[in-house]
């Protein structure tokens, strides 16, 4: 007999790429896909212009936004109702990059856009690379100081902006001195990862060899025949919550859509 106390929980995350510009596909993807939870990235809108009363009439009434003008800014869209909503500050620059919520039902959950890093990789000649590793650095420090904690029902979801594994690219030797996939990105974000002993929720169900992508670049004139992909966007589970995952997807169809984010949603199922 299935235990009663054990209820389903649907998250997904996703780099919208402008919330306000895209907000017919957000409502197709919530009715598409009925989650309980859609973390955003990339949203580009203050808070008081943050399209809310669509995605409330579908249903996610409880929303934690922390968003700037035009740029960066993240948010939480939920069904069920949050214990508590914060934000820590892991960017030097000011931008908005992170939300954390407690839901009622006790997961925690951290919402994070971490910095492309500009086009050049190197912090020396290029700020916004030096920017990029800074938070990193900061991720780290902060789930190693909270380490004692790692028992408890935490996820960490987002555009991590790294793809860490050689089959997270479309071509590992050809990108090694591109942004988001170098050696001192990945083995900073490997460092984020071991400090509170994160589980990679997509390789826990995809084998490590096997190619597997959540973003395609504009540039190509076809995204889906060149297939030229990277995996930047992550839904880590700690291992007080590992054990209940139970699926994930990169919905991949998606970027097919009119009007597209360059992204498309990773979605994973938990029995919690």
Known sequence: MRDRS??????????INSVRHRIALVA???????????????????????????IRKLGYVHQAIHGQKAYHGVAILSRLPFRETSTQDFCREGHARHMGVTLQNGVELHNFYVPAGGDIPDPVLNGKFAHKLHFLQAMEKFFAARKSRKNDP????????????????WSHKQLL????????????????QAAFEWTDATRRFVPPDQKIYSWWSYRAADWEASD???????????????????????????RGWQKASDHVPVVVELDV
Request: aromatic fraction near 4%; charge should be negative.
């Open 154 to 169: 935490v996820l960490l979801v987002g555009d991590l902006n790294v793809a860490p594994l050689e089959s997270d690219v």
């Open 28 to 54: 197709r993807f919530l009715r598409d896909e009925q989650p309980d939870v859609l973390a955003l990235q990339e949203t580009k809108v203050t808070d008081d212009l943050f399209p809310a009363d669509p």
């Open 6 to 15: 054990v209820a389903k929980l649907k998250i997904a995350t996703w780099n």
């Open 228 to 254: 030229r992909g990277r995996r930047l966007d992550h839904v880590w589970a700690s291992p007080g919550i590992k054990d209940a995952l139970t699926s994930q997807k990169i919905v991949k169809r998606m």
């Open 177 to 192: 001195d591109v942004v988001s996939h170098t050696p001192i990105e990945t083995k900073l974000l490997g460092e984020a």
